[in-house]
């Protein structure tokens, strides 16, 4: 069973970096999987961040792509996100999710397993 | 940016009789690959979305039979045929057909 866990500090400071990392286990990162971030406002609908594939390919929301940075540790099994100059409006429960690759013909399944989230607050 | 559109944005359900919600995305779903990249997730009070559909109509593991997902294009539909307690909560669509991937507003499930 895969499981997801984020970790990061719970609370960054306006126009600083916000960064979390996302630990897998149960599977490894170098499968042929996506991995994602994904972010929630307090109350609010979903946001998808960008991804990743353990080679290094990268897709971003064109929305953040300008402050945003998602990168792979294989030693390590986790993904991390980074996001620049932060403001409230980036204040959500962050979380990472995987796409998951079924051979059996099921293609890709976004997304199969998500981390439980972790709350980030920006404010001084 | 596809923009998807669920509706309605609450439905209030009895136990034991059906729901269903609809997305609409404002172009077609279907990929260059053929596949039609549409996924439902729902999402419990205090807990992280959890996946139920995906490609439309596949259920994933463990997900009761009672879920079902159809559509095909710009026009798609989750049912719950007999909703029960543990189905409240907020659902979402989702497209994976092209970047970025994007969100309904959520429709929320609840019972009378």
């Known amino acids: 069973q895969v499981q997801l866990q984020e970790s990061g500090p719970g609370l960054v400071k306006p126009s600083g970096t916000l960064s979390l990392t996302c630990a897998v286990s149960?599977?490894?990162?170098?499968?042929?999987?996506?991995w994602s971030w994904v972010r929630q406002p307090p109350g609010k609908g979903l946001e998808w961040i960008g991804e990743?594939?353990?080679?290094?390919?990268?897709n971003y929301n064109p929305s953040l792509k300008s402050r945003v940075t998602i990168s792979v540790d294989k030693s390590k099994n986790q993904v991390s996100l980074k996001l620049t100059s932060v403001t409230a409006a980036d204040t959500a429960v962050y979380y990472c999710?995987?796409?998951?690759?079924?051979?059996?013909?099921?293609?890709?399944?976004?997304?199969?397993?998500w981390g439980q989230g972790t709350l980030v607050t920006v404010s001084s | 940016d596809i923009v998807m559109t669920q509706t309605p944005l609450s439905s209030p359900v009895t136990l034991g009789q059906p729901a269903s919600i609809s997305c609409r995305s404002s172009?077609?779903?279907?990929?260059?690959?053929?596949?039609?990249?549409l996924s439902w997730l729902q999402q419990r009070p205090g807990q992280p979305p959890r996946l139920l559909i995906y490609?439309?109509?596949n259920r994933f593991s463990g997900v009761p039979d009672r879920f079902s997902g159809s559509g095909a294009g710009t026009d798609f539909t989750l049912k719950i045929s007999r909703v029960e307690a543990e189905d409240v909560g907020v659902y979402y669509c989702?497209?994976?057909?092209?970047?970025?991937?994007?969100f309904g507003g959520g429709t929320k499930v609840e019972i009378k």
């Open positions: 999710a995987r796409a998951g690759y079924y051979s059996d013909g099921g293609g890709f399944a976004h997304f199969d397993y």
């Open positions: 149960g599977g490894s990162i170098s499968s042929n999987d996506w």
């Open positions: 990743i594939y353990h080679g290094g390919s990268t």
């Open positions: 172009q077609s779903l279907v990929h260059s690959d053929g596949n039609t990249y």
């Open positions: 490609k439309v109509s």
């Open positions: 989702m497209q994976i057909a092209q970047f970025p991937f994007t």
